[in-house]
Nanobody, 121 residues
């Protein structure tokens, strides 16, 4: 079972909005950085927005001012509010979480299975 579950993708028109959600449901001692990545057909996976446990955020230049990442540590969840979507935002969006599962253990990067976002007329 994949411990990261994304939801909220869909097909919209340019200028529309979507919100993605991701929840980590596995065991953990601590969850560090979490983020959203995307992969368009024929392209490499790229970071979209990252958020640390204390709420510090980083965005790709292509989404600054349009996308907002947020985090709810009580739910082990992150969200991506996407406004003014453009056709070039079309991609599979993946959630990532850096997790420490045991005391004294190293950390592991977990990935969700992805959710499709399609922006077209």
């Amino acid at each position: 079972q994949v411990p990261l579950q994304e939801s909220g993708g869909g097909s919209v028109q340019p200028g529309d909005s979507l919100q993605l959600a991701c929840v980590y449901s596995g065991s953990y001692i601590s969850i560090g950085g979490m983020g959203w990545y995307r992969q368009a057909p024929g392209k490499q996976r790229e970071p979209v927005a990252i958020i640390t446990r204390d709420g510090t955020t980083t965005y790709a230049d292509s989404v600054k001012g349009r996308f907002t990442i947020s985090r709810d540590n009580s739910k082990n969840a992150i969200y991506l509010q996407m406004n003014n979507l453009l056709p070039e935002d079309t991609a599979v969006y993946y959630c990532n979480a850096n997790v420490r599962r045991g005391k004294g253990w190293g950390t592991t990067d977990y990935w969700g299975l992805g959710t499709q976002v399609t922006v077209s007329w």
